[in-house]
């Protein structure tokens, strides 16, 4: 479990870092917040500063793994000992798949991956909605998902994003206990066919796990919900956000649709 000052102290390099560099670091703060073992982070201090993170983020078989450095402070070596020491716990732990995640923009994250071997395997957009009016949706019923809907998120996991079912499980399980969350299900004809998480934090709302049986796809639904959700939560007075695999180009396709604009990405490379 993270300290209240080493909390606060990643959060001070965070904004460091990503003022030198001009980018958004990708670093789970819901996950941070509620660590239960103090085996997943790793943290390097000179003279009682933080001059360097690393923290592995655990979904079910696959852990994913993003740090940063102090900007004076590089090309010393603090970040390849973190990752040394990591991975060695990746390895005790015995996880199937290792991602290494690192802003698209970063250069030096790129040069540091070439290094240890790393293969690019996807990236990720992250989008913002640009204000704009927008209709009421109906024709579906959004509703706060209950324990009996596990089964059917992990479902969606799997159909909808080709998630294992190993990790699909531990994923649903982990974030029923987020806080300023809610987790909704989408009915449509009283039968459950998909679900969408939306999650508030210092005025911006996250959408998340936006998913629809692959059989009701290509039928509207989806961007009804999603243009509900984002008129209700930019009504509330929040600025709406969310994330999507660049190879998901219906997904992207419908987002820029109603109005979201890509403003950052992230690249993720697989590590044997």
């Given amino acids: 479990m993270l300290t209240t000052r080493q909390l606060h102290d990643i959060e001070q390099l965070r904004k460091e870092v990503e003022t030198h560099d001009g980018l958004q670091l990708k670093l789970n703060w819901e996950m941070l917040r509620n660590r239960e073992s103090d085996q997943l982070d790793f943290l390097y201090y000179e003279n009682d500063e933080l001059i360097a993170f690393l923290g592995l983020y655990a979904f079910g078989s696959t852990v994913e793994v ?5 900007p004076r402070e590089r090309r010393k070596g603090h970040f390849t000992k973190l990752f040394v020491d990591a991975m060695a716990v990746a390895k005790q732990v015995g996880y199937k798949k290792i ?3 690192a802003p698209a923009s970063s250069d030096s994250a790129k040069e540091f991956l070439k290094k240890q071997g790393a293969s690019y395997k996807l990236s990720e957009h992250q989008m913002q909605w640009q204000p704009q009016s927008l209709d009421a949706a109906t024709g579906f019923v959004l ?3 209950t324990i009996a809907d596990l089964g059917m998120r992990i479902r969606l996991d799997v159909e909808a994003f080709d998630v294992p079912l190993e990790d699909a499980t531990a994923m649903e399980r982990r974030i029923d206990g987020d806080e300023d ?10 039968e459950t066919i998909g679900k969408i998480r939306v999650k508030r934090e210092d005025g911006q709302a996250w959408i998340y796990g936006f998913s629809i049986l ?5 039928k509207g639904i989806g961007r009804k919900v999603l243009r509900h959700i984002v008129k209700q939560q930019s009504e509330a007075g929040h600025t709406v956000h969310l994330e999507v695999e660049t190879k998901n180009a219906h997904a992207l396709s419908l987002y820029e649709s ?8 992230q690249d993720y490379y697989t590590y044997k």
Avoid at 181 to 186: G, L, P, S, Y
Avoid at 258 to 265: C, E, N, S, T
Wanted: proline fraction near 3%; charged fraction near 20%; avoid cysteine.
């Fill in 181 to 190: 969350t809610d987790m909704f299900m989408i009915d449509l004809n009283d």
């Fill in 258 to 265: 109603i109005g979201f604009k890509v403003v950052h990405a």
């Fill in 66 to 70: 993003t740090g940063m450095v102090k």
């Fill in 143 to 145: 509703r706060q998902a």
């Fill in 214 to 218: 692959p059989e009701h796809q290509g």
């Fill in 99 to 101: 991602l290494l995640n």
